[in-house]
């Protein structure tokens, strides 16, 4: 959303917010529900799915392999048999972690199940039952970080140098002049908007923060700076996206506040991206990032 900003070094007059302005309502949001079941239906609809797949991929091609050599079905069977075993053992250990609350296996081999082959495969099935693809969304993210969670729980931690904070453009208030895309620093923290808060975030760990106009400045963001981690607010959809090209580096996601609706005005909850700091930091305790469900 192109709102004509200029940079604040050659800003006055109206819309370059004063320190300590009034800031507007960012309170609000969506309603934020985890429905496990739905996910687990999903899940199961999927591992059956695939299963079905498979026996086609064996069943079709036998006729021929038969016809070239007696051994070959077999063969081409045993393949099949041993990628649905691992398949079945992927949604298991995403069923696991979903039913104990953490990941109870090695979370980044699940993490790629996940991201790779059941989120694609979740979507298909939901529409096909005309599930809202926002709560698969929705579950989605929260596995993602429980199991990004389970890795720092399992002794992974990272340095704050090696973690990246990215934020959607739309978090900043809208008639700010400010450009904060080119630089954050460049935010006079008048408090209308969470940059400000953001921003003491970061200078307080010494993490770096980006706000992002789309998937392609966060791409190029990544390739530069190379993290090992990546906290990341945004909405649904584009968290979802967003976590499937980062992977296989973990995204703690933090869903927005939409008080104003989809990309304008959006928040973000300041004790849920310090907690995941926290978290990645390895500092502590306990997950903050949560969901009711
Ligand atoms: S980005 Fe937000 S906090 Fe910073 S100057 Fe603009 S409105 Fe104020």
Redesign the pocket.
């Known amino acids: 959303m192109d709102k004509g900003r200029e940079d604040a070094s050659s800003q006055t007059g109206p819309g370059l917010?004063e320190a300590g302005g009034d800031a507007p309502e960012v309170t609000g949001s969506v309603e934020y529900k985890f429905e496990k079941g739905v996910f687990l239906l999903l899940l199961g609809l999927c591992a059956v799915g695939l299963l079905v797949v498979g026996f086609f991929f064996w069943y079709v091609p036998t006729v021929g392999l038969g016809n070239i050599h007696p051994v070959l079905p077999y063969v081409l069977a045993a393949i099949i048999i041993v990628v649905c075993g691992i398949v079945f053992w992927g949604a298991i250990g995403i069923a696991l972690s979903l039913i104990g609350g953490r990941s109870v296996t090695p979370s980044s081999r699940y993490r790629g199940f996940l991201v790779k082959l059941f989120l694609p495969a979740m979507v298909l099935f939901g529409g096909l039952f005309k599930i809202p693809r926002i709560k698969i969304e929705r579950a989605f993210v929260e596995i993602n970080n429980r199991m990004v969670r389970s890795m720092v729980a399992g002794g992974r931690r990272f340095n704050p140098e090696k973690i990246i904070i990215l934020m959607p453009h739309c978090i900043?208030?809208e008639d700010?002049k400010?450009k904060?895309t080119k630089d954050v620093a460049n935010?006079?923290?008048?408090?209308?908007?969470e940059?400000?808060e953001l921003l003491t975030l970061s200078n307080e760990y010494g993490i770096k923060l980006f706000v992002l106009t789309g998937g392609t400045i966060a791409r190029r963001k990544l390739k530069e700076f190379r993290p090992d981690a990546v906290v990341a607010v945004a909405c649904e959809r584009d968290l979802t996206s967003g976590v499937q090209d980062a992977y296989p580096l973990p995204v703690l996601a933090v869903i927005n506040k939409r008080p104003h609706g989809y990309c304008m005005n959006t928040g973000v909850d300041i004790a849920a991206i310090k907690g995941a700091i926290e978290e990645l930091l390895g500092r502590s305790g306990r997950p903050t990032i949560e969901v009711s469900s």
């Open positions: 917010p900043q208030w700010c400010v904060v935010c006079v923290r008048c408090g209308r908007c940059i400000a």
